[in-house]
């Protein structure tokens, strides 16, 4: 028996993408999202209140780095989810975390995180729920280490972790259990 709750955005899981830009100064701010992802093949979507310091940031350099951080850096993490950068201006520097400039846009790329997609602005769009950022995807760091032997991204050893906005908790992500687009291939075969 199902029960009828009302209206939720309850999808799960929720990502927690790490966004890096760099304030006025050059200092580096970044926050946690998880409203937003990929909406096209080079393209990304970030769903943000207009007041947060990266928006202003992203207006200002038209880049950022959405990086897929790992669990070890899951303290770190939620902090850039805590910490407003309007209020703490050196919360990057707080984290103990480390960057480096990307060679491709005007962001950081943050070294403890295993995946980041380096980006440029392409729009911003005002809509009735609130201001959406468009970012192309112009190129992709990965860790060697998170690399399978064919040299693909091994989603298991990202160790990443999920949001769960029900219950307000993070959930790893790391066991495969099935190929995409196999393990349903019984079920297309005409009986």
């Known amino acids: 028996m199902k029960k009828s709750l009302g209206a939720h955005p309850f999808l799960f899981p929720m990502p927690t993408y790490m966004i890096g ?5 050059d200092s580096v701010d970044v926050m946690m999202m998880a409203w937003g992802g990929i909406c096209d093949f080079k393209m990304v979507a970030l769903n943000l209140e207009a007041d947060h310091k990266t928006v202003e940031n992203l207006k200002k350099r038209n880049a950022f780095t959405l ?33 480096v400039k990307s060679e491709f846009v005007d962001a950081p790329v943050i070294e403890e995180y295993p995946l980041t997609l380096e980006c440029r602005v392409v729009e911003f ?4 729920y609130g201001l959406r950022i468009l970012g192309e995807i112009v190129n992709t760091l990965v860790n060697e280490d998170v690399l399978d ?29 099935a190929k995409a687009w196999n393990v349903g291939l019984p079920l297309t075969k005409e009986e």
């Open 149 to 177: 032997q064919d040299g693909k991204v091994d989603a298991g050893k990202l160790n990443a972790f999920a949001f769960d906005q029900m219950k307000n908790g993070y959930y790893a992500v790391k066991e495969e259990l």
């Open 125 to 128: 769009q005002q809509q009735p």
């Open 21 to 25: 830009t760099y304030n006025e100064d």
């Open 67 to 99: 990086a897929v951080p790992g669990a070890d850096t899951i303290k770190e993490s939620d902090y850039f989810g805590i910490a407003s950068g309007n209020k703490v201006p050196d919360k990057f520097v707080r984290s103990g975390l480390h960057a």
